[in-house]
C-alpha cells in the first residue's frame, strides 16, 4: 500500500529564510507525487507534480521539489520565504489503479517576519 | 488545469435537515470527481470516489446512505449529506481527478457545513 509522511507538522521560518518541508513516501511501484498548498477555509491548490520525468520539479511561487528514488523522499523548497507563503501544505501520493490521492499529515508554515 | 466550483461556501442549518453540495466542473468533462472531508488541523480523508452514470465508491467507513453521491453528468457532482447532525459538522472539499491518477486532482474551494 501506498503512504505518506511528512516529517514535521508545524515548521516555522523566518521572512527571506529558506523554506524545506520533508516528505518521505513508501510505493511498490514508481509513485506519482504531489505537493498541494492549502489557505484558511479554501481548497487545495497545486504546487507542483512529479510523474516520472525530470526528477527536479519546479512549481509556482517558486517553489520546487527534488525525487529522490534512493531516499523515498519528495521534500519542498523555496529559497527565500515570503509572509504569503504562510499555508498548510500537503504532500500525496497518486494511486495509479484508482486516481485516488493519499495525502500526508500536512505541514503549517508559519512565517515571520 | 481543471478549474472547479464548489456551491455553496458555507452553510448553516438545524440538526435534521438535508444539506446538498454542488461539485461542478468548468471545463473538463470529469468522469471520476472525489470527495473529501477535513476536520480542523486535519489532513483530508477520501469520502467517496464519484463515478459519471455509475455509483460511487465509499470508502470503508463512509455511510453511503448517509452520505449520498450522484454524478448525472460529466460537470456536476453532489454530495447530499441526509438528515444532518451536528458530528456531520464540517470542511467538505470535491475535486476533479482521472482514474489513472497521472495527472494532478483539482480542487473546489469546500464547504463549510454547520449543523447546530
Known amino acids: 500500500a501506498q503512504s505518506v509522511t511528512q516529517l514535521g507538522s508545524h515548521v516555522s521560518v523566518s521572512e527571506g529564510a529558506l523554506v524545506l518541508l520533508r516528505c518521505n513516501y513508501s510505493?511498490?511501484?514508481?509513485?506519482?507525487l504531489f505537493w498541494y498548498v492549502q489557505y484558511p477555509n479554501q481548497g487545495l491548490q497545486l504546487l507542483l507534480k512529479y510523474t516520472s520525468a525530470a526528477t527536479l520539479v519546479k512549481g509556482i511561487n517558486g517553489f520546487e521539489a527534488e525525487f529522490k528514488k534512493s531516499e523515498t523522499s519528495f521534500h519542498l523548497t523555496k529559497p527565500s520565504a515570503h509572509m504569503s507563503d504562510a499555508a498548510e501544505y500537503f504532500c500525496?501520493?497518486?494511486?495509479?489503479?484508482?486516481?485516488?490521492?493519499?495525502f500526508g499529515q500536512g505541514t503549517t508554515l508559519q512565517v515571520k517576519p | 488545469g481543471a478549474v472547479v466550483s464548489q456551491h455553496p461556501s458555507r452553510v448553516i442549518c438545524k440538526s435534521g435537515t438535508s444539506v446538498k453540495i454542488e461539485c461542478r466542473s468548468l471545463d473538463f468533462q470529469a468522469t471520476t470527481m472525489f470527495w473529501y472531508r477535513q476536520f480542523p488541523k486535519k489532513s483530508l480523508m477520501l469520502m467517496a470516489t464519484?463515478?459519471?452514470?455509475?455509483?460511487?465508491?465509499?470508502e470503508q467507513g463512509v455511510e453511503k446512505d448517509k452520505f449520498l453521491i450522484n454524478h448525472a453528468s460529466l460537470t456536476l457532482s453532489t454530495l447530499t449529506v441526509t438528515s444532518a447532525h451536528p458530528e456531520d459538522s464540517s470542511f467538505y472539499i470535491c475535486?476533479?481527478?482521472?482514474?489513472?491518477?497521472?495527472?494532478?486532482?483539482?480542487f473546489g474551494d469546500g464547504t463549510r457545513l454547520s449543523i447546530l
Open positions: 500525496a501520493v497518486s494511486d495509479k489503479a484508482t486516481g485516488k490521492l493519499i
Open positions: 510505493s511498490s511501484v514508481p509513485p506519482y
Open positions: 475535486s476533479v481527478g482521472n482514474p489513472t491518477g497521472n495527472q494532478p486532482q483539482h
Open positions: 464519484s463515478n459519471e452514470g455509475s455509483k460511487a465508491t465509499y
